[in-house]
């Protein structure tokens, strides 16, 4: 039986990976791929299977009581190829979180960034790729902010995405980390390590 690769080329190192597309150890009738069989040549496995209503528990507990506490950055013309600006904080503090129906949520949030500061339900929607909840928001108004869009994945007590606004033509960057919303952040230029 004849096994089929997949070549990897690490540009970086000008070396390439070769992986069988099967997980099964195989015969082959040619000589062997060329470059390196990475392990046994088995294919990185799945996360551990949970049920929707444990995700989604777990997705809840994350997010309630919890603040976003990070930076932002935006292209100043509305060109995503355009250079992104300096990093700015950013804090969306959770107060609730509620699943409504099927995969529509509702989180009640206090929204600071730039000099704005205000508290509203937002209405998402939560898709998962595995056991990784990401919230979609397609053009919604917000009070005294303008309408937005964004899409932001939630993962191991941090946060990371992208945002637009289509009535102001422009949009950016976000990431940052999942804290307690009543815990002490200390003052830190974006992307600097924590103070030890």
């Known amino acids: 039986m004849k096994t089929t690769y997949i070549t990897i080329a690490l540009i970086s190192t000008g070396t390439a990976l070769s992986l069988p597309l099967s997980t099964r150890a195989q015969d082959t009738d040619g000589p062997p791929p060329v470059g390196a069989v990475v392990g046994d040549g088995t294919l990185p496995e799945k996360p551990k299977v949970r049920t929707q209503e444990e995700l989604e528990a777990e997705f809840k507990d994350m997010l309630t009581a919890k603040s976003l506490v ?21 804090k969306y503090m959770i107060n609730s979180v509620t699943k409504l129906q099927d995969d529509l949520w509702l989180i009640s949030a206090r929204i600071q960034f730039a000099e704005k500061d205000v508290n509203i339900p937002v209405p998402v929607r939560v ?20 309408t ?23 949009g950016g960057v976000m990431s940052g980390r999942i804290v307690d ?15 030890k």
Request: proline letters at 9%.
């Open 70 to 90: 990070g930076s932002w950055q935006m292209t100043r013309t509305g060109d995503a190829a355009a250079e992104l600006s300096p990093a700015r904080t950013e």
């Open 127 to 146: 898709v998962w790729a595995e056991d990784t909840p990401m919230i979609t928001l397609s053009d919604f108004s917000v009070p005294l902010l303008g």
């Open 148 to 170: 937005y869009s964004c899409r932001v994945i939630f993962h191991r007590g941090y946060y990371s995405g992208i945002w637009y606004s289509s009535t102001k033509g422009y």
């Open 181 to 195: 919303a009543h815990a002490s952040v200390p003052n830190k230029k974006p992307g600097m390590p924590d103070p």
